[in-house]
Every structure is written in structure tokens, then in C-alpha cells.
């Protein structure tokens, strides 16, 4: 089944946008035309989109893009259109907002991976975005947050209660979404585990957070910055390592000459991944979740890999099924095991965004989080 709608996209209204043209040139906030919802897509109001890695990788031109885009997916934000054949929304819903489009009925979303649904789209057909000449702009992640409203598909949206501010609930949609679903979903560690996190960046900081709710008996967080890895121990590390010390023999000595059951990938060097390897124990799970840049390839070594039966585990988005784990997340939030609060470092308006974009980019924050009213900037 395909959901290709031959409709024209007519009516739109303007919204102000970032709009992205080159990576040598700063992001521009213009108006630009957003198409209206049509037959199984939603309007969503943005309140709050969070800058994650993936949109640095679009914007410094290390992933490949379409010219110009409007980039930003990790939002939250409120419906207000409604598409035709909509019915279990309403205007005025808060929702969270994901990358995640899924048809519901090819072969993955069937056997509940919509992270690999091959399901087709009217919006990958027609995006939802003119710039005032007309001319199409890339929907940039299939979502387009860095502006003040988005047309999805709704799938794409998962409501959540008046429990949880829509700036936090936005880090749920993609960061923390990616990283407590690569321990519970992807590589489903178990209680006891020894667990080795590699990168401590807003998707490694919630692996951490993953491992500790999982039960595992060390998690080590490894990171070249010292605020990070202050962070990591804040969220539930048993130690810090500092790239530069001897991962290796920090390793063996916290697990007691064991080495890691599994290993998190979560930055986008390609080293990491290599040593990823040398910290596993025999029957050790590698798990990839960060993203090198397109074209990254890295060696390895089989008769290691199969002798001493380990595994290497792709993670795409924490193997996240939106609808049944953004709502567990919101809820381990106000159990209060879910830290999200602490992870936002900055809230910068629409129009500060080159700003927000630098001190990311420098590895100074957390989660820096666009507010797109404002007055919500504090
Ligand atoms: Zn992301
Ligand atoms: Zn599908």
C-alpha cells in the first residue's frame, strides 16, 4: 500500500523558516509557504525544536542535502490543522513531533520496526515548503522544525499530557529517543550488564541514562570533555574515562578483567568504532548508533568477531516505535528516573539561531532548544 496522493498542495499560509543554502553560508529566517495538510497529515504549531547532531552534520555539509532545506527535528509543539481522514487528533493537542514516517502496513511496520518502513509518501513526492518565489525547499528529516509551524505526516506526531513542558518533551522525539532505545530496544541489555558508552553527547548521555535504568552493574562513559563526562556521572555513569587516558586499562580494570558486554557508539568518529572492538569481552555486543559522515568505512576483525561470538548491532533512531515509547518515556520522566530538565543548556529564539547552532557546534551545551515564541526564552 502506498500513500502517494497525486492532490496538488494549493492552499499554504507563511511561517518564518531558517533556511539553509550552503555550509558556508548562515542560516537565513525568511518567509517561506507551508502547505496546508492533506489527506492523512497534520499541522503542528512548533513550540520548541531542539538542535541536534544530525542537523549540525546537514548544516557543516558532512551529510549530503538538498538545496536549499529547512532542517530541525527534534520538536514539540501544538496541533492546529488537521488533514482529511485525521480523526484521532485534535486541534489544540500537544504532541510530540519525530523524524519517524511510517505507513503502518509494509512488511516493517507489520513486524514493528517503523524506523525501516519503506512505505512511500505524498510528502516525499510534494514537500510542504515555497520559498516566496515558488520554488520547492527540502523538508529537511522529513520535519522542517526550525520554523513556526510544520506539515506532517501523523505518524509522525505522539500526543502527550499538560505533564511535561513541550521543550523538554521535544528532547524525547530524537536524542533521548535514540539512546534509551538503543539499550531497552536495539541491544536490550540486561540487568548486571558491564556497558561501555563511547561518546557522551546529548544521544551518548541517554544511553547512559538507558544503562543505568536497565540495571547494569558499570557503565562507563568515555568522552573527550570534561563537562560532558560530569554530566555522564550526574546521569547514572559509575566512571569517567578521558579520551587520552588508557580506555583499554580503565576498561579492564572496572570490569575487572571482564571487558564490556556491550559498547555504544555514540559519536561519529570513526576510531571509536575501532576501539568499540578492542573493549568488547568475548560474547560482547557493539552497537552502532552514532553517525560518521557519508562515505566512512572502518575495518575489522572477523576471526575475532567470530570466535569469540560477539555481535554489531546498527541502531536507527533506538528502534523506536513513537507511539508506544515516547508516552514510557514521559512516564519514567515523572517517576523521576528519566532526567530530561538537566540536558537542556540553552534556549536561544529563532532569530539566534547561528548563535545556537556555534555553541553546539563547539560542544559547549547539552541540547541547546529553539523557542519559536519568544516571550519562552529565558
Ligand atoms: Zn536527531
Ligand atoms: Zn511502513
Redesign the pocket.
Known sequence: MTHVSSRARTSSTTVRAAVWRSPRSPLSIEDVWLADPACGEVGVRVVATAICGSDLAYVDGHWESESPAVFGHEAAGVVDRLGPGVTDLAVGDRVVVTLIR?????????AGA?V????RFALDECGPLRDALGSEIWQGLGVAAFAEAVTIHRSQVVRVGSEIDLDVAALLSCGVLAGVGAVRNTARVAPGSFVVVLGAGGVGLNVVQGARMAGAAEVVAVDPDQRRLAAALRLGASAAVAIGDDVLDEVRAVTKGEMADYVFVATAAISAIETGFDLLARMGTLVLVGMPPSGARVSLDPVTVASAGQRILGSKMGAGRPARDIPALVALYQEGQLELDGLITGRFALDEIGEALGSARRGDALRNVIMMEESLVA
Open positions: 511510517s505507513c503502518g502496513s509494509c512488511r516493517r511496520c507489520m517503523p525501516g518502513c519503506s512505505g
